[in-house]
């Protein structure tokens, strides 16, 4: 496919599309494509810049379509190319979704299939990347979120392909279990619905009448699926975001239209819960923390049961955050054709490694981390501890911002200082 140049408001684009390995493993399973974008200042495009590659939250997060050249990208621009790929299986890479999980003949072809799109084989698609399309030099890392998880793994795998690491909100402990993650989550996020109705105290009646209204039944989606009190509470998972509370707020204003909610109530939660854009992230939430031997078992369904504030008929009604519940794969139209391979997944016995401790701990590449204390979705502690164990790392801990800081672009300009300080991007030589 030839490659397509265009021109954004002040960017230059050009577009790329890669075949790599399904399984890296075991080349004879076939194929499927890698597209990412390179963007560059325009003014710059001759000049020999270094690349940042920008490694996406999720999983099953597909690049950023941004509109301008702001915020942390109008920061890297000025002295970078920046590269956006879409993860496999996401966005115009070969999509992993509903139609294509329907057409494996069994739960174990599923379950198999999706095995294949987890760090390892995102940071394999990464090193072909910089191999194929710029001759093999290093390149910088910016992570958000879970592509902190991928930078771990990138710094195990193939440290050599790194100039620095940049990490936001999203450094994961070493050891990783789902059931610690959770055990530590639900706390967190206890505390930001109180943190929300403290703002909003008008709204805890409001969620006991829409949650007591859904308690009676009957009330369907635009899509045909029923809204369920349980579905409800996944909206808090905005509430790690720095203008959740008010997204919630405003949702919340229009829920009813006299006694019935209203059809821009049922349309906005259909949007905001159907995982139509990135089904992924709901199928491999939990298999992120595959590390060893041990299932996941799902994890959040479990811990749930040890927080009774949490259940449904609870009032004041708390909404839950970045969990995943087995329940979503039965009423989610989206989700229903990942159910038998995710169940299959939850219960896999014994996972590959994702991190390499020794290799870690004797890490040259300078890696800058924020860790946000207040972080609902990733334990600053837990980021803190990892940190101490990673060689030539530094963070910044600040209560600032929430999940989404990278926006801003100061978080890279810090990250950017503490990197300079330890000695810059390391060089080619």
């Known amino acids: 496919m030839p490659h397509i140049t265009y021109i954004m408001p002040g960017v230059l684009v050009r577009e790329h599309v890669t075949a790599v390995p399904l399984d890296w493993s075991d080349p004879s399973r076939g194929e499927i494509d890698i597209f990412f974008r390179e963007l560059v200042d325009p003014e710059r495009a001759r ?25 942390w990208l109008g920061q890297a621009l000025r002295t970078h190319r920046v590269i956006l790929m879409d993860q496999r299986g996401t966005g115009r890479s070969t999509r992993v979704d509903g139609r294509r999980m329907s057409a494996f003949a069994t739960a174990e072809e599923g379950a198999r299939h999706l095995a294949c799109f987890r760090a390892d084989a995102i940071v394999a698609d990464h090193e072909h990347v910089r191999r194929t399309f710029f001759g093999g030099r290093r390149w910088a890392t910016l992570g958000q979120s879970y592509g902190g998880f991928l930078t771990l793994t990138y710094l195990s795998n193939a440290p050599e392909g790194l100039s620095a690491c940049y990490v936001t909100g999203g450094l994961p402990g070493l050891d990783p279990s789902a059931a610690e993650v959770y055990r530590r989550t639900y706390p967190r996020v206890q505390a930001k619905n109180e943190e929300f109705y403290r703002r909003y105290p008008q709204h805890v009646e409001t969620a006991t009448r829409v949650a007591d209204r859904l308690a009676a039944g009957d009330v369907r989606l635009p899509d045909g699926d029923p809204l ?10 905005d509430f790690g975001m720095k203008p959740g509370y008010e997204r919630m707020h405003y ?15 049922l349309h906005q939660v259909l949007a905001r819960t159907s995982y139509s854009d990135n089904p992924l992230y709901a199928a491999l939430q939990e298999s992120i923390y595959g590390h060893g031997p041990g299932p996941t078992g799902w994890a959040a369904e479990s811990e749930r049961a040890r927080h009774p504030r949490f259940a449904e008929e609870a009032r004041p009604l708390l909404f839950t955050g970045e969990m ?48 946000y204390y207040d972080d609902m979705y990733v334990d ?11 060689g030539n790392a530094r963070c910044w801990v600040t209560n600032e ?29």
């Open 251 to 265: 949702l919340l204003d229009e829920a009813f239209t006299g006694d019935e909610l209203s059809a821009t109530f």
């Open 401 to 429: 911002y929430e999940h989404d800081g990278v926006g801003d672009p100061r978080v890279l300009g810090r990250l950017r200082e503490l990197v300079r300080d330890m000695g810059g991007e390391i060089a080619d030589a």
């Open 324 to 371: 995943i519940y087995p329940w979503m794969f039965e009423e989610i139209a989206g989700l229903r054709p990942f159910r038998a391979a995710v169940e299959l997944l939850a219960a896999r016995p014994e996972w590959p490694p994702l991190y390499d401790h020794d290799r870690l701990a004797a890490n040259e590449v300078p890696l800058a981390a924020a860790v």
């Open 47 to 71: 000049e020999d810049l270094p690349c940042l590659v920008y490694l996406q939250g999720g999983p099953g997060g597909k690049g950023p379509r941004p509109l301008t050249a702001d915020g």
């Open 380 to 390: 600053a502690h837990l980021q803190l501890d990892t940190a101490a164990r990673i």
């Open 228 to 237: 369920t009190v349980r579905r409800l509470q996944s909206l808090g998972v």
